[in-house]
């Protein structure tokens, strides 16, 4: 097996599409847009992601004391394209709140998940955060963003 024919494999699995965000210890705003979210524990209330080692963010998110799972609606598109552009500031025109910690809460998600940076934990070329959810807030009846197949849809393909 090759990487590309795991990571076609892995593109057959239909996922929401968040963005993560951190504010940074010089008050900065980050975020990027991940797949990569499960539910862990109900009791204690515990979510995952997972985060490239090589990713620039990464110290900022590792050292951060809570960040924000913002699950994206389906109209939200260009939002979770912005996220994963690279060079540009991707706050800029976009509206958010302060959620706990100061982690940015983005305004329009569908559900939202603010954490406690809980553990972390070194997986290959990832790193996986446990976040120890603090609040968290969801729009009945929205309809979520889907990446399946590498592409965005605002409904599961048929």
Known sequence: ??????????GMFATG???????SADGGLVG???????????????VLWSLARRAGSLPTFTHGTHYAINILAADQKELAQ??????I????????REGAGGAPVLDGAVAVFECANRS????GDHVIFVGEVERCTARPGA???IFHGGRY???LPI
Request: glycine share 2%.
């Open 32 to 46: 990027l847009t991940a797949n990569s979210f499960n539910s862990v524990s109900l009791d204690p209330p515990l």
């Open 1 to 10: 097996m090759d990487s590309q024919q795991f990571r076609a494999a892995l």
């Open 82 to 87: 912005r996220f994963a552009m690279r060079d």
């Open 89 to 96: 500031d991707r706050f800029a025109g976009v509206s958010w």
């Open 17 to 23: 599409v968040t963005v993560v965000t951190v504010r």
């Open 153 to 155: 849809f605002t409904e």
């Open 143 to 145: 309809q979520p963003l």
């Open 120 to 123: 972390r934990y070194e997986e």
